[in-house]
């Protein structure tokens, strides 16, 4: 029997380019990074994979519980761990989720991925199958999470403390142990993330495009944003690329909250990953376009007072057009309104209703051409309409994929800056990210 051909796709056209400067960089550094080998081999003799002192062993499944914290007395904070150590060579793959402890998307798209349904013989990760090894942790920062706080017991945040020291304070203890035995044996990371309280993401990915083994998983995630950035210093992602980990940050949805749309790309985002890097069998699915930022803006209220958000996050808006009013019930019947200075894709929203002069109530990033593609992909409600959403179907990734870029740079810090919980923390954060550009 012949075997089937691959569909062919047409190309989508190349709208507006990422700044020279920029791509050249990212094309520097793709070079230099496409002549240093892989940490392993699929050659390569085959044993059992050990983790926080037990072992896996080929072509099979363990939970396991890992201490955050090496104690004789006091609490350990034991986080639970799955382990599909495959029956064939292949790359270390570590998904996360919860570094922050109320950001809920990645411990349910974590929990859905450890089940029965996709783990298993004849699964989507049959361990039989699987080349390599997979570690899925769905709570990394139990503590927060137990509080339903999105920081550790001593009020800092651990994706800032990476990669940690076991001689300082709590958190920087959890950050070193767990970047010692969890995060730096990795070859890939996927980590997990919402939005901070108070606002809400469309599900994106954030990626240092520099990177070339991010560049690829980035891609091959199959979802439509992908925002270009180191990531602010302290967090795994950037720990990560120093070290010449791939690792990429998928962010969907708010804090507090469960978003089933972007638990359901999350999961089929990281499905896409581990068939880009053949560690379990099939193609990844592809988007119809990608638009690959480097440049956004962040809107802002000029007005104190109530907000009321009146475009949600994944809209495409036009010059002009009403996103949000504030108002004060001091004094009624008065109505300020916050319109957007460019035509783009509203990517967050704040959900938070208290708002003060200069409080951002929205993440943009504007588009200036590739118009026809990007609203050919728009529902009635002027919605972008997401790959891996229930009901979009698969396309296989048969060929190249034409890119969208947003042109520009950063306006107002970092789009990893944090504005929603600690307004201290989040200013101090905004300007060292600033000071980094």
């Known amino acids: 029997m012949p075997r089937a051909k691959r569909r062919r796709h047409q190309p989508l056209k190349v709208a507006n380019q990422i700044p020279q400067i ?3 960089e990212i094309e520097k550094a793709l070079e230099k990074g496409s002549k240093t080998p892989e940490k392993w081999s699929r050659s390569s003799s085959w044993k059992s994979h050990r983790i926080g002192g037990k072992l896996v062993k080929p072509g099979t499944v363990r939970h396991i519980e890992y201490d955050l914290m090496d104690v004789e007395i006091g609490e350990s904070w034991p986080i639970p761990i ?5 029956a064939r060579p292949g790359p270390v793959v570590t998904i996360s989720g919860a570094i922050h402890g109320n950001e809920l998307v990645g411990p349910l798209a974590l929990t859905y991925l450890r089940a029965p349904s996709i783990i298993g013989e004849d699964k989507a990760i049959d361990p039989a199958l699987v080349a390599g090894t997979i570690r899925i942790v769905p709570i990394v920062n139990m503590p927060g999470y137990r509080r339903r706080s999105r920081y550790m017991t001593d009020g800092r ?15 920087s203890r959890v950050a070193h142990r767990l970047w010692q035995e969890i995060f730096s044996p990795s070859d890939h990371i996927i980590d997990l993330h919402s939005a901070a309280l108070g606002r809400t993401n469309m599900p994106q990915i954030r990626v240092n495009l520099a990177n070339r083994l991010s560049n690829r998983s980035a891609r091959a995630f199959g979802t439509e944003v992908i925002l270009d950035s180191e990531g602010p210093r302290g967090s795994l992602r950037r720990t990560a690329d120093d070290a010449g980990i791939s690792c990429i940050t998928y962010e969907g949805g708010g804090a507090d909250e469960s978003d089933p749309e972007s638990i359901q790309i999350a999961m089929y985002g990281i499905l896409n990953v581990l068939r ?3 560690v379990i069998p099939g193609y990844p ?21 109530l907000l009321d958000v009146l475009t949600p996050a994944g809209s495409f808006i036009e010059e002009g057009e009403l996103v949000a009013t504030v108002t004060d019930p001091e004094y009624p019947g008065k109505s300020m309104e916050i319109r957007t200075p460019t035509q783009g894709l509203l990517i967050c929203t704040a959900t938070h209703p208290f708002v003060t002069t200069g409080t951002p109530i929205g993440h943009l990033l504007p588009i200036i051409k590739g118009l026809k593609t990007v609203r050919r992909r728009l529902d009635e409600e002027g919605l972008l309409v997401l790959s891996g959403a229930d009901g979009d179907p698969p396309w296989r990734e048969d060929d190249d994929i034409e890119d969208i870029s947003v042109e520009g740079v950063w306006e107002g810090g970092s789009p990893d800056a ?11 954060e905004e300007a060292e990210e600033a000071d980094q550009i």
């Open 418 to 428: 944090e504005w929603g919980e600690n307004p201290e923390s989040a200013a101090e």
């Open 22 to 24: 920029r791509r050249k």
């Open 157 to 171: 945040d651990l994706n800032r403390f990476f990669p940690g020291n076991e001689d300082s304070n709590t958190t």
């Open 285 to 305: 699915s592809r988007p119809r376009f990608r638009l690959l930022a480097s440049g956004s803006v962040w809107l802002r209220s000029d007005y104190g007072g």
């Open 82 to 86: 799955t382990i599909i150590h495959g």
């Open 276 to 278: 880009s890097l053949k």
